[in-house]
């Protein structure tokens, strides 16, 4: 006789015949006994003619969903000033301490948003991210959003340090890299009430007379391989400020 037999022998005795032994355990008969051993496969066979769902990352990558929470991605503006002004929001939101923000002066000859302000430095930690999109609802410029980029992992703590030429939306046609003055005659509300929709004459002047070579000038399109610093992140937002 079996352990179990003696406990079920033992309770059965101690609580007399009229109380059953609760079990959630039905007992089997002689067939059912005999064929216990091999139900289990009736899960295999019943699953064997399904169609597979294994995925074949990374041969083949499923995108995610529309509003999946991935890399983060600091806007540009329609000229192609940058939509951050350092206000350290998004490090302040973040509940896991992950962005680090230094904010600078724009000046003249280096205007890299619209207003007084810019993010000279701009990090977030991957290590410490939890992608909950808190920093996203702090910003007060949209200049932080969330891609579909989920493919965050690396061989050094460092690289998962993420800079702001790695957050940088890239360059789109008509765009050209900052630093640039603003639009003539606008402000920075114009900037953040939608009103500056493309780069005008009087910025491409300036570009091209302080860095002639910059291969955002429509002249230089297309010259060489090398795209621009700031152009170095890939295209795969979902959520474009
Ligand atoms: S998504 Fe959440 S955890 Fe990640 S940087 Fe933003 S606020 Fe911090
Ligand atoms: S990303 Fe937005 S919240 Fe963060 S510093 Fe820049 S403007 Fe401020």
Redesign the pocket.
Known sequence: MSESDDVWKVNRERDGESQRFESNFPEYGPVGRTFAPVAGFGVTLRNFFRPTVTEQYPDKKTPPMPRYHGRHQ?NRYADGLE?????????WACPADA?Y?E?DSNTEDAQYSPGERY?RV?QINYLRCIFCGL?IE????R??TMTNEYELAGPTREGLIYEKQDLLAPMEDGMLAAPHPMVPGTQDDDYYKGDVTQVVDSQVEWVREHRPEDPTLPENAGAGDEKPASASAPATEAARG
């Open positions: 600091l939509k951050c002004i350092g206000c350290e929001l998004c490090a962005i923000v904010a993010g701009y920093c702090a910003c007060p410029t200049a932080l």
